[in-house]
């Protein structure tokens, strides 16, 4: 079986051994070169939100969490709205570069470059519905796509629609602070039966959290049970 | 988006007035892509700008829908299909990719059914079955001759000093004819023949006549070089330069300087195409480039293709009389080629693993740095380079090494041409377009088939380019000589007798 890589368009041949002969074969869609400038998150994280704590200057360490989930706690009208985060990769320049040719180039099919590991680390999460962090009407129809519910979708996994997003300006433009304090912009469906499920929200990258619990705080209000998330890079 | 098709006609989606089941452009047969044109509609002029010779995405356009579609119904805009199915395998066409692999499917927000689009050219924005490609149908936009009255001087004239060498002359009035005649053309100059000079003439020509000319060249500091110079020879015109992250890519000009690959946006634009380098990589090898090409030639139009070193498919066709093709043999300051000299090295790479250099390479270079003369080294590996580095630091601190992703390369190019390196390792990549005045080349490990016939002439044209040092050496070291060094050497040869022949040169 040869591919190409979906990254660098190389041409290259697995290596063939015993246990390609004996197990199911996850299929690969990168090189082993691309593959390798993929750095998954590990080590010491933060129990809440993930980030690597190792490389972390220590006046942004709280004991076992980073000093950004620690205010988040401390503030009543946000604390306990969401249980925790689980993220694959540290954002890097490669990972940078990859999910910008997925998101804003539109080159979907990366998605299934992920599509093993998110499969493998849902498995182990516990949750009711996976819900993908939608976008507004206006850049969903720019895109063609939702690239979060695109990551579920190719990772063999069912979405669950459970909210809508008010079109605003681009996250990315924004600081943190404009970002904490942004109004809410998401609503929970009126047709969303959420009541008392465990939700796992899915982002494609978690950069302050802000947008998670905004999304967290709706689906409680909602009455869902917990919320909890998969992104696939850590910021 | 997605269309209806009423009476052959498409009708995008928000325009429907009754219901009307909708697909994506590429799922419809039997409609016009344009409709009759209708003389009493008066077009927008800057939509017409924008998009005459052009194949663009609805996204890329900042035109209303509405307006658009307008221009369409009144038989002045084109909606192609981006994708074509051919027995059921995907064609873009924006680049021509046919390969299926580089195509992908996803359920598409826009058209809320199953996309399939094109990776090749995704980096120009996406093409799908639900992408159209708009092009302007009309007559192109008055240029600015005809908007001109008689008594003022032509804005078409070449302001240029200059004169043309015989070798040339004879190539400059082929050139102006073939661009006269729309008919392809080739020539064949050897490197350091001025081939720019050569296009004046043929483009002076063109423009007087009205017709929109191209420079294409693979390589983006080619355009960056070129643009200034034409625009100091012909100041009376606009011309735009094009190339990834160029602000110049709307303006309609009667002269464009464009790396190929920015040609994938033309569509029927050009009455001629001028193709600079078209054995260089990776026009040579892209088929996407080379589609992009043949789509922004008008139906009628001119080719001039311009190289030092067609391969041997094209040398073979110009021998048996199958392509048009005109010979610059020799350089304008009038001294032959340099012909390389074949020394055999020995087990060269064997040498290097002990961490030496075969005696006469080395010898070879100790006398460029005793008499100071700067010299170039071609390898055949990157990977090479730590060990030869090595031995050389020992010879010389301010020895070099520079290869394609380099990251200080541009430095580098520049501190030779200053003079603050002796002697610069590289690979091929300095093969051409470099030009450092008083030069001696060596290629250590000839026989690698990375040095083809093509690479090997190109190598050797960097020595004795300037009229001031028009000498200087030329050697390749080599494990066993090969058929690509033997016949480069020939062609060097063959060029330096016919220029001989034509009294193009002066034998001293």
């Given at each position: 079986?040869?591919?190409?890589?979906?990254?660098?368009?190389?041409?290259?041949?697995?290596?063939?051994?015993?246990?390609?002969?004996?197990?199911?074969?996850?299929?690969?869609?990168?090189?082993?070169?691309?593959?390798?400038?993929?750095?998954?998150?590990?080590?010491?994280?933060?129990?809440?939100?993930?980030?690597?704590?190792?490389?972390?200057?220590?006046?942004?360490?709280?004991?076992?969490?980073?000093?950004?989930?620690?205010?988040?706690?401390?503030?009543?009208?946000?604390?306990?709205?969401?249980?925790?985060?689980?993220?694959?990769?540290?954002?890097?320049?490669?990972?940078?570069?990859?999910?910008?040719?997925?998101?804003?180039?539109?080159?979907?099919?990366?998605?299934?470059?992920?599509?093993?590991?998110?499969?493998?680390?849902?498995k182990?999460?516990?949750?009711?519905?996976?819900?993908?962090?939608?976008?507004?009407?206006?850049?969903?129809?720019?895109?063609?796509?939702?690239?979060?519910?695109?990551?579920?979708?190719?990772?063999?996994?069912?979405?669950?629609?459970?909210?809508?997003?008010?079109?605003?300006?681009?996250?990315?433009k924004?600081?943190?602070?404009?970002?904490?304090?942004?109004?809410?912009?998401?609503?929970?469906?009126?047709?969303?039966?959420?009541?008392?499920?465990?939700?796992?929200?899915?982002?494609?990258?978690?950069?302050?959290?802000?947008?998670?619990?905004?999304?967290?705080?709706?689906?409680?209000?909602?009455?869902?049970?917990?919320?909890s998330?998969?992104?696939?890079?850590?910021? | 988006?997605?269309?209806?098709?009423?009476?052959?006609?498409l009708?995008?989606e928000?325009?429907?007035?009754?219901?009307?089941?909708?697909?994506?452009?590429?799922?419809?047969?039997?409609?016009?892509?344009?409709?009759?044109?209708?003389?009493?509609?008066?077009?927008?002029?800057?939509?017409?700008?924008?998009?005459?010779?052009?194949?663009?995405?609805?996204d890329?356009?900042?035109?209303?829908?509405?307006?658009?579609?307008?221009?369409y119904?009144?038989?002045?805009?084109?909606?192609?299909?981006?994708?074509?199915?051919?027995?059921?395998?995907?064609?873009?066409?924006?680049?021509?990719?046919?390969?299926?692999?580089?195509?992908?499917?996803?359920?598409?927000?826009?058209?809320?059914?199953?996309?399939?689009?094109?990776?090749?050219?995704?980096?120009?924005?996406?093409?799908?079955?639900?992408?159209?490609?708009?092009?302007?149908?009309?007559?192109?936009?008055?240029?600015?001759?005809?908007?001109?009255?008689?008594?003022?001087?032509?804005?078409?004239?070449l302001?240029?000093?200059?004169?043309?060498?015989?070798g040339?002359?004879?190539?400059?009035?082929?050139v102006?004819e073939?661009?006269?005649?729309?008919?392809?053309?080739?020539?064949?100059?050897?490197?350091?023949?001025?081939?720019?000079?050569?296009?004046?003439?043929?483009?002076?020509?063109?423009?007087?006549?009205?017709?929109?000319?191209?420079?294409?060249?693979?390589?983006?500091?080619?355009v960056?070089?070129?643009?200034?110079?034409?625009?100091?020879?012909?100041?009376?015109?606009?011309?735009?330069?094009?190339?990834g992250?160029?602000e110049?890519?709307?303006?309609?000009?009667?002269?464009?300087i464009?790396?190929?690959?920015?040609?994938?946006?033309?569509?029927?634009?050009?009455?001629?195409i001028?193709?600079?380098?078209?054995?260089?990589?990776?026009?040579?090898?892209?088929?996407?480039l080379?589609?992009?090409?043949r789509?922004?030639?008008?139906?009628?139009?001119?080719?001039?293709?311009?190289?030092?070193?067609?391969?041997?498919?094209?040398?073979?066709?110009?021998?048996?009389?199958?392509?048009?093709?005109?010979?610059?043999?020799?350089?304008?300051?009038?001294?032959?080629?340099?012909?390389?000299?074949?020394?055999?090295?020995?087990?060269?790479?064997?040498?290097?693993?002990?961490?030496q250099?075969?005696?006469?390479?080395?010898?070879?270079?100790?006398?460029?740095?005793?008499?100071?003369?700067?010299?170039?080294?071609?390898?055949?590996?990157?990977?090479?380079?730590?060990?030869?580095?090595?031995?050389?630091?020992?010879?010389?601190?301010?020895?070099?090494?520079?290869?394609?992703?380099?990251?200080?390369?541009?430095?580098?190019?520049?501190?030779?041409?200053?003079k603050?390196?002796?002697?610069?390792?590289?690979?091929?990549?300095l093969?051409?377009?470099?030009?450092?005045?008083?030069?001696?080349?060596?290629?250590?490990?000839?026989?690698?088939?990375i040095?083809?016939?093509?690479a090997?002439v190109?190598?050797?044209?960097?020595v004795g380019?300037?009229?001031?040092?028009?000498?200087?050496?030329?050697?390749?070291?080599?494990?066993?000589?090969?058929?690509?060094?033997?016949?480069?050497?020939?062609?060097?040869?063959?060029?330096?007798?016919?220029?001989?022949?034509?009294?193009?040169?002066?034998?001293?």
């Open positions: 079986m040869s591919g190409i890589c979906l990254y660098c368009g190389n041409e290259w041949i697995p290596p063939v051994s015993w246990s390609s002969f004996f197990t199911v074969d996850l299929p690969s869609y990168l090189c082993p070169e691309c593959e390798a400038l993929l750095e998954p998150v590990s080590g010491m994280t933060c129990k809440i939100c993930s980030r690597p704590l190792e490389k972390l200057d220590a006046q942004f360490i709280a004991g076992d969490c980073c000093t950004d989930c620690k205010r988040w706690e401390e503030d009543p009208e946000w604390r306990g709205l969401w249980q925790e985060n689980h993220s694959l990769y540290v954002y890097n320049e490669f990972l940078k570069e990859i999910i910008s040719l997925f998101k804003f180039r539109g080159d979907y099919c990366i998605a299934k470059a992920f599509s093993g590991q998110i499969a493998r680390v849902a182990k999460m516990d949750y009711d519905l996976m819900v993908p962090v939608p976008l507004s009407k206006e850049r969903q129809y720019e895109r063609g796509f939702n690239q979060s519910e695109a990551l579920l979708i190719e990772a063999g996994l069912k979405p669950f629609h459970a909210l809508d997003r008010l079109h605003g300006e681009k996250q990315s924004k600081s943190r602070r404009e970002r904490i304090h942004l109004n809410q912009v998401f609503q929970v469906k009126a047709e969303a039966n959420i009541r008392g499920k465990k939700i796992l929200l899915v982002d494609d990258i978690y950069t302050t959290g802000s947008t998670l619990r905004h999304a967290a705080k709706v689906l409680i209000g909602a009455g869902a049970k917990s919320v998330s998969l992104t696939l890079a850590r910021g | 988006m997605k269309f209806a098709v009423i009476e052959e006609k009708i995008p928000p325009f429907l007035t009754v219901k009307q089941t909708t697909f994506p452009i590429s799922s419809l047969d039997h409609f016009y892509e344009q409709l009759p044109f209708n003389p009493q509609f008066t077009p927008n002029p800057a939509l017409k700008n924008y998009l005459t010779g052009k194949q663009l995405l609805l890329e356009l900042p035109f209303s829908m509405e307006e658009l579609y307008t221009h119904e009144n038989g002045f805009l084109i909606f192609r299909k981006g994708i074509v199915f051919e027995k059921k395998s995907a064609k873009c066409r924006r680049c021509g990719n046919t390969d299926q692999r580089y195509f992908a499917s996803f359920y598409c927000s826009r058209c809320r059914e199953v996309c399939t689009y094109c990776r090749k050219c995704l980096m120009m924005g996406r093409v799908s079955t639900c992408t159209p490609l708009l092009s302007w149908a009309a007559e192109p936009p008055l240029s600015q001759m005809e908007t001109l009255s008689d008594n003022e001087c032509h804005p078409a004239s302001i240029w000093e200059g004169t043309l060498s015989p040339q002359e004879t190539a400059s009035s082929r102006a073939a661009i006269g005649n729309n008919q392809d053309l080739l020539v064949w100059a050897v490197c350091g023949a001025g081939k720019t000079e050569v296009l004046f003439a043929g483009i002076e020509r063109a423009l007087k006549e009205n017709k929109r000319l191209c420079i294409a060249t693979p390589r983006t500091d080619v960056l070089e070129l643009t200034p110079r034409l625009r100091k020879v012909f100041p009376g015109i606009t011309t735009a330069s094009l190339y992250g160029s110049e890519r709307h303006t309609y000009a009667p002269l464009t464009s790396t190929t690959h920015q040609l994938l946006r033309f569509y029927k634009a050009f009455d001629t001028i193709l600079d380098e078209v054995d260089a990589f990776p026009y040579s090898v892209d088929e996407t080379q589609y992009a090409v789509n922004a030639r008008k139906d009628s139009s001119a080719m001039i293709y311009l190289t030092a070193t067609p391969d041997r498919k094209w040398q073979r066709e110009c021998r048996t009389g199958k392509r048009a093709f005109v010979t610059i043999p020799a350089r304008y300051h009038r001294h032959p080629l340099p012909v390389p000299r074949f020394v055999w090295c020995g087990n060269w790479q064997k040498l290097l693993r002990k961490n250099l075969p005696a006469n390479v080395l010898q070879w270079l100790k006398e460029r740095l005793a008499s100071d003369k700067q010299a170039l080294l071609f390898v055949p590996k990157i990977a090479l380079f730590e060990k030869i580095l090595l031995i050389l630091r020992s010879l010389h601190p301010d020895i070099e090494t520079v290869y394609a992703e380099d990251p200080e390369r541009k430095e580098k190019v520049q501190k030779m041409r200053d603050k390196i002796p002697l610069l390792v590289t690979t091929t990549i093969e051409r377009g470099v030009t450092f005045p008083n030069l001696d080349v060596a290629v250590l490990g000839a026989e690698d088939h040095f083809t016939e093509s090997l190109q190598i050797a044209g960097r380019r300037s009229a001031q040092y028009p000498k200087g050496d030329i050697i390749f070291f080599h494990y066993g000589r090969t058929e690509a060094m033997v016949r480069a050497r020939k062609q060097i040869v063959s060029m330096n007798r016919e220029a001989e022949e034509e009294g193009l040169i002066d034998v001293d």
